[in-house]
């Protein structure tokens, strides 16, 4: 079988909701597919290889870790005063939110190298852009927990 390539993949995308749209698709075929792409697109249990990379990256290597622990925390006590806690959020999404909102600050304010306005900046740009970060920031948590 051919490996679908991103312009396929996209084109396949715009017939499907056409045909969903047009009726001639039942949505639950629509929903199939989105789940088929999602999960083609996963990454060694992560939602995508950036999401995994970023995290491997902060978890195997020891400065990165340490200062990844001091970030999440940093986050945690910015949540603990939150605003929004409890009027909109509970106090586990506002630290979810924080957690997340501080690792991407750091890792593509601090960590990213800045590269100018070339096609290696793009690249990068794209990449962190894809990232998961509530995921990671999760994961995190979710360690620090155990």
Partial sequence: METVTTHEEREL????AAA???GILQQDDREKLDDWLIE??????????PTWAVNLW????QE????????????????????NVPSIWTQDEANRFAVA????TW????LAPDLG?????????YALGEVDWEEIANAWLDARDQ
């Fill in 13 to 16: 995308l715009k017939v499907t």
């Fill in 20 to 22: 969903v749209g047009a």
């Fill in 40 to 49: 083609r697109d996963a990454y060694n249990g992560w939602k995508n290889y």
């Fill in 58 to 61: 902060l978890g195997n290597d």
């Fill in 64 to 83: 990165l870790y340490n200062a990844t622990l001091e970030i999440v925390g940093q986050g945690l006590t910015y949540a603990d005063d939150h605003p």
């Fill in 101 to 104: 909102d501080a690792l991407k």
């Fill in 107 to 110: 890792v593509t304010d601090e």
């Fill in 117 to 125: 306005a070339s096609f290696a900046s793009d690249l990068l740009g």
